[in-house]
Nanobody, 121 residues
């Protein structure tokens, strides 16, 4: 069974920083593309950042230059470093994986339960 567990969310003042972590289990992490999405109240879930198996990263325009996605294949964990946070970054942030479970070859998409990030003074 694949599990994605986010941590690191919380309340931060505008201009502050947070680092989100996504710890995985049961997933062939090294062979999985990882991403972070977010969903604000009343809005659709949107892609924030993604990182491929090879380490190539992409970002939504609204976070480019402020957020950094990374991965640690030994720890099987993905990270999202968020700097210069703005009130409009307030949302529930979800970890996403596209890969295969250990012992299986079929590719599936997996989601974490989400972690709340609130940017407010």
């Amino acid at each position: 069974q694949v599990q994605l567990v986010e941590s690191g969310g919380g309340l931060v003042q505008p201009g502050g920083s947070l680092r989100l972590s996504c710890a995985t289990s049961g997933l062939r992490f090294r062979d999985s593309d990882m991403a972070w999405y977010r969903q604000a109240p009343g809005k659709l879930r949107e892609l924030v950042a993604g990182i491929t198996i090879g380490g190539s990263a992409e970002y939504a325009d609204v976070v480019q230059g402020r957020f950094t996605i990374s991965r640690d294949n030994i720890k099987r964990t993905s990270y999202l470093q968020m700097n210069s946070l703005k009130p409009e970054d307030t949302a529930v942030y979800f970890c996403h994986a596209k890969g295969a479970q250990y012992g299986r070859s079929n590719i599936r998409e997996y989601w974490g339960q989400g972690t709340q990030v609130t940017v407010s003074s």
